[in-house]
């Protein structure tokens, strides 16, 4: 089967800041493949650099063996359609006309319609469901209306290729399925290759032959939806509880998200002491707060990611110089905020000799007889001379300091209530 798009160790930038991260990928002709991952994760910017809107820092794009970059704007347009998830449109053409712009490349700069164009016009409204508002200036539409007039579009079109940026999220059940059902034909009928991107998991395993992840840039799993949509996987890219199993009745995937917090208020009274540092503390502090409990931090360097989040949440938080080692005055104090609270957290912060000091709170708290969370992958975190910071960790574990891997995993395991002081 020929190649319809080549990726080879595509990276992109916004203002320098790392968008896309050495992306290797090849679509076969024909295949109908699922775009997913957080928000973040890239996903419109490998639209944007497949559409040749936006050129790649480095890496190759092809497109049916053309570098997009020497493609001509009308050969992009006959090769390439883009249905996106809204489309500003300030000028009042009906939805006739816009559907029209979809035949621009094929009709020419200087020739009207022929009766092919208005065939595939026609086909194209019918099938969208827009032919009864065909009249209608597009933008007094609703937004499933508009969507759909933009599908209608695309069609007109008759690429090889077509993009769907979250095409479907404005519509309601029947239109997605019916506009999904549609793309699917194209595709299996007439070999387009289709690439969407979707929030909607399930939609994406149901009509995707492939599925692609992408993470903060990076490609995480790419091939079949069950091979792609494991809960492990989704567990770590989501940061949130799955359930994946097989539907009874289509036999497809059914995936569904377990609750993400205990209840609000569910920590009201109880005091969770966290290290954290790098900006890795942040989602750990936003959830504690959320579910109400009183959060205390420390040592942090003032200027950390951290401390902006600690100081606009109003936590207490132990505070040293920036780019300081922990002193004795600093660690005085985060050792009193650690005293008073009822378990500490170790987030999945890194170590070096600067910050190590702060591991000696984990000891004395566990000395103390309470509990104490330790998040796994120390190996990877520890750049110290020796290693200290894994031989250390690893003593507490073996006392009695409980692993977690993320914030889903934590919250089931923290304390249900103060815990009385001993005597």
């Not at 790392?18 to 419109?44: C, F, R, W, Y």
């Not at 209840?263 to 954290?276: D, F, N, S, W």
């Not at 889903?408 to 005597?423: A, Q, T, V």
């Amino acid at each position: 089967m020929p190649t319809a798009i080549q990726l080879n160790l595509v990276t992109a930038r916004y203002r320098e800041k790392p968008v896309l991260q050495d992306i290797s990928l090849t679509i076969a002709a024909g295949e109908m493949v699922g775009i997913l991952g957080p928000n973040g994760a890239g996903k419109s910017t490998l639209f944007a650099i497949l559409s040749g809107l936006l050129a790649p820092a480095s890496g190759t794009v092809e497109v049916f063996g053309t570098p997009i970059q020497r493609m001509a704007p009308e050969a992009r347009a006959r090769a390439i359609a883009v249905v996106p998830q809204d489309l500003d449109i300030p000028v009042a053409y009906t939805v006739e006309e816009i559907v029209m712009m979809g035949r621009t490349a094929l009709i020419g700069r200087f020739s009207s319609p022929s009766p092919k164009d208005r065939q595939s016009v026609e086909r194209a409204l019918v099938y969208t469901d827009v032919a009864d508002i065909r009249h209608a200036p597009i933008n007094e539409l609703s937004g499933g209306e508009r969507q759909r007039a933009i599908v209608a579009m695309v069609l007109a079109q008759e690429p090889r290729i077509i993009l769907m940026d979250e095409a479907t999220s404005h519509l309601d059940i029947n239109h997605r399925l019916e506009i999904m059902q549609l793309v699917e034909r194209l595709n299996r009928d007439d070999g387009v290759t289709v690439l969407m991107i979707s929030h909607d998991l399930q939609l994406a395993a149901e009509f995707s032959q492939r599925l692609i992840l992408l993470d903060q840039g990076r490609l995480v799993a790419d091939g079949t939806p069950s091979a792609v949509l494991t809960e492990d996987t989704l567990r770590r890219v989501y940061h949130c509880e799955v359930r994946v199993c097989q539907d009874p009745h289509s036999g497809g995937i059914s995936i569904l998200a377990a609750p993400r917090l205990p209840a609000p208020g569910a920590g009201k009274g109880i005091r969770i002491h966290l290290i954290a540092g790098g900006g890795c503390g942040e989602p750990y502090l936003r959830r504690l707060a959320l579910c109400g409990y009183t959060i205390t931090c420390g040592v942090l360097n003032r200027g950390d990611m951290d401390a902006e989040v600690t100081g606009a949440l109003g936590i207490e938080t132990a505070l040293e110089t920036p780019f300081s080692p922990v002193s004795r005055e600093a660690q005085a104090k985060a050792r009193a905020l650690a005293r008073e609270a009822d378990a500490l957290v170790l987030s999945p912060v890194p170590f070096g000799t600067g910050n190590l000091a702060n591991l000696d709170l984990l000891e004395e708290v566990l000395n103390a007889g309470k509990p104490v969370f330790i998040a796994t992958g120390i190996e990877s975190r520890d750049y110290t001379p020796t290693k200290s910071a894994v031989t250390r960790v690893s003593a507490l574990l073996s006392r009695g300091a409980t692993p977690f891997r993320d914030v889903p995993d934590l919250m089931p395991l923290l304390p249900k209530s103060p815990i009385p002081c001993s005597s």
